[in-house]
């Protein structure tokens, strides 16, 4: 299991709860000679990890829970249905010039490519800066010239969790990844695109908890 990493203040805030507790937030930032506010991060993150208690009207205890924590059980659970966002997708015949108007005017990093319904390409940001600096007439090449083509492209499923996603962005330094659904046509079988998570949505996970903290 995965440990979470704290701080020398964190951890002298745990030594103080489990020698004086049950004890109020005042009582530890009065004992660090902080304020409560500079206090609040290092406590949200201790009881959020589930190491510490917060009680009403009593004060903070020591929980005994393990520090890998009720976040890491909960980011492990949320699947990537519950945080994929619509994908910007062009035509295998889009002209390149016309693709990257789409990626501009979306503001992506990626664009994903279909042919009769089916993903058969990526196309990040570094791709149209290369071919741009080659000289091709982007009026007149497609966008399936420079695609980096099906099955060369990382993808993830709609029931995958999101944990599982994050680490191919990470392990595949990957700006988003498609979200799809496999389909049977002609005997083949083929990717239908439906969603796509990005670093983006990765990170409104984070933003959701603290809000929710």
């Known amino acids: 299991m995965a440990t979470i990493k704290l701080t020398d203040r964190q951890e002298e805030i745990i030594r103080l709860v489990k020698e004086n507790q049950p004890m109020t937030s005042e009582k530890i930032a009065a004992s660090l000679n902080l304020t409560r506010a500079a206090l609040r991060p290092d406590l949200a993150i ?6 510490l208690d917060a009680r009403p009207k ?4 020591y929980s005994n829970k393990p520090s890998y924590s009720l976040v890491y059980d909960y980011i492990r ?3 990537v249905e519950e945080i994929m966002s619509k994908p910007v997708v062009v035509q295998e015949d889009t ?6 108007l789409h990626l501009f005017l979306n503001d992506v990093g990626t664009l994903f490519v279909e042919n009769n319904d089916a993903l058969v390409g990526a196309i990040s940001r570094k ?5 741009a600096m080659g000289g091709t007439d982007m009026h007149k090449v497609p966008v399936g010239i420079i695609m980096t083509r099906m099955p060369n492209i990382v993808f993830v499923d709609p029931k995958d969790t999101a944990y599982f996603a994050a680490k191919k962005i990470i392990d595949h330094e990957v700006d988003s990844l498609p979200v799809v659904e496999k389909f049977i ?3 083949k079988e083929l990717f239908k695109i439906v969603g ?3 670093k983006t949505n990765i990170t409104k996970i984070f933003v959701k908890l603290g809000e929710n903290g």
């Open 46 to 51: 201790l009881t959020m990890t589930g190491i």
């Open 58 to 61: 009593v004060g903070y205890i």
């Open 77 to 79: 659970k949320i699947s």
């Open 95 to 100: 002209s390149i010039y016309d693709a990257i």
């Open 127 to 131: 791709d149209f800066l290369k071919i």
């Open 185 to 187: 046509n002609e005997g």
């Open 196 to 198: 796509k998570v990005s």
